[in-house]
């Protein structure tokens, strides 16, 4: 295995410490300064890649789109424009 990051290293350290989650639980746990929710998400697909985390994302999309919609960065047409994404990608 890899070796972990100094930031991968203390995200660990907050999923171990919070056991299961999604990204908003973790990111609740992080020490000040919290780093944004896209740096943290990214870190925990790292930590998949490299085999600390399995299967993580499997089920946190709908969480991650859930958290742009609720701080409204992102619009109803971008999430119009994903759903065509999915539904081409589905034909």
Not at 7 to 23: A, C
Not at 60 to 78: G, N, R, T
Request: glycine share 4%; proline share 4%.
């Amino acid at each position: 295995m890899e070796k972990l990051t100094q930031q991968e290293e203390d995200v660990m350290q907050v999923i171990w410490n919070t056991g299961q989650g999604f990204v908003k639980d973790f990111l609740e746990e992080m020490p000040e300064p919290k780093p944004p929710y896209t740096t943290l998400a990214s870190t925990i697909k790292n930590l998949e890649k490299k085999g600390f985390v399995s299967d993580y994302f499997k089920n946190s999309y709908k969480e991650l789109v859930e958290f742009f919609a609720k701080d409204e960065k992102i619009s109803a047409d971008e999430l119009k424009e994903i759903i065509n994404l999915i539904e081409k990608r589905k034909k």
